[in-house]
């Protein structure tokens, strides 16, 4: 079987068609990561509002250092090539956060003298709006605060990223109106609203500028450390694999392409996109026995990766091919019986559940998913009488199970009453 694999991260494709990744960008804060750390920086902003005076204008201050600190390690994240948002350290270097915070309250600052005050600073606040991408940017790989002084690394930045430069511009255009908006006639006062919007719009502006940046790496001399995981895991000798293959398929060798990617499959750890290449070579040769073979290996790489939705996916194929298809790890059928039925994939899940302790009786999990099928059969599929005997027979099959109080309380709840 497969070699355990690291956790997987989602790495961006710098030559991918920018649009795209623009359209995930607006999605960007929705995934876990980032969405957990809103919740917490809007919670903490509805206990700040509750302190008196000073003490919650300072807590206000601190939970937007707060966002800014995040919002920066989002575009450090980005600009070394990650998909997906980071978790929230509690401990970094904050240096690159306070310099981004002095320049946002500088913004601000023009924002207000030039709405109450002297108008002439609407030409230093368009300035600073124009060059604030970039300045930012120059804090993504060297966050000291030096660097985001120095107007040649603006300069380079900006000539690096060309046109597509102005949709961080414009973003930060709409950051400023939104602001306009708590000063003006509206008076919205910086509600609750106002604030998760304005935190959600921060997010995603940084990570464009961190998805731009990395698209620009190689005109700036920089090193994503994406770049650096791909040399250490062999995902550039990955992309050499299937180039190779692609070209002998091409050149109508398409049983060479076939065992180029197997050799390096059945040998070590691959990428998911070889593996889908693999199949998809497969597939055109009609060839049944080893797509169901393949599928085994497959299926295990992506477990060890905790991709649970695509593993269902070959999951599907090859029961489709073979319906006693299952996983060859027991714990990983556990898992996929449980994945799919939290995303509500009865059928797939009834069928894992049911199969495990008939196929490994004495598995640590086999009572608990004989429990999950019975549910399964008495709540989704309304075959009480079938459940219960099952349940029945899990109660008699494993009477010290830690999951036998747990049968016995769905055989009491199902159990139909008995006349006095």
Not at 24 to 39: D, E, F
Request: proline share 6%.
């Amino acid at each position: 079987m497969p070699r355990p694999t690291r956790p997987h991260q989602e790495v961006m494709n710098p030559t991918a068609p920018l649009l795209p990744q623009l359209g995930k960008a607006v999605l960007y804060p929705l995934h876990m990561a980032a969405l957990t750390t809103l919740a917490a920086l809007l919670l903490a902003r509805v206990v700040a509002a509750l302190l008196p005076g000073v003490i919650g204008w300072i807590a206000a201050l601190l939970i937007w250092a707060s966002a800014y600190l995040y919002a920066l390690e989002c575009l450090r994240h980005s600009a070394n090539g990650f998909a997906r948002p980071p978790e929230m350290a509690l401990w970094q270097d904050y240096h690159g956060a306070a310099a981004l915070f002095l320049i946002q309250g500088a913004q601000m600052a023009l924002l207000i003298l030039a709405v109450y005050i002297a108008p002439i600073c609407w030409l230093g606040l368009i300035g600073l709006t124009l060059l604030l991408p970039a300045i930012t940017m120059s804090l993504a790989f060297d966050d000291a605060l030096l660097s985001w002084r120095s107007p040649v690394s603006w300069v380079r930045a900006i000539a690096a990223i060309g046109l597509a430069y102005a949709i961080p511009v414009l973003l930060g255009v709409l950051q400023m109106l939104a602001f306009m908006a708590t000063l003006g006639p509206l008076g919205l006062n910086e509600g609750l609203l106002w604030t998760a919007v304005a935190l959600y719009l921060a997010i995603v502006t940084y990570h464009i500028n961190g998805t731009l940046l990395f698209r620009s790496h190689q005109r700036l001399g920089l090193t994503p450390e994406s770049d650096l995981l791909a040399e250490a895991t062999g995902r550039h000798a990955d992309d050499d694999l299937l180039t190779q293959a692609r070209l002998l398929e091409h050149r109508g060798d398409a049983a060479a392409a076939r065992e180029v990617l197997a050799e390096q499959i059945y040998d070590r750890q691959v990428t998911h996109e070889v593996h889908l290449a693999y199949r998809r070579l497969l597939r055109a040769a009609n060839d049944r026995e080893e797509l169901l073979r393949h599928g085994q290996w497959h299926i295990a790489a992506l477990m060890g990766d905790e991709q649970f939705r695509r593993a269902l996916g070959v999951l599907h194929e090859c029961q489709a091919m073979d319906p006693a298809f299952l996983p060859e790890m027991p714990e990983h059928t556990a898992l996929l019986a449980q994945a799919a039925a939290d995303g509500g994939m009865w059928q797939t899940a009834l069928k894992l559940a049911r199969a495990y302790p008939n196929t490994w009786p004495q598995a640590p999990d086999a009572a608990r998913c004989g429990l999950l099928a019975a549910r399964i059969l008495a709540e989704q599929e309304g075959r009480t009488a079938e459940a219960l005997v099952l349940a029945g027979k899990l109660a008699a099959a494993y009477p010290h199970d830690p999951a036998r109080a747990d049968i016995d309380t769905f055989l009491q709840h199902y159990a139909a009453p008995t006349s006095p």
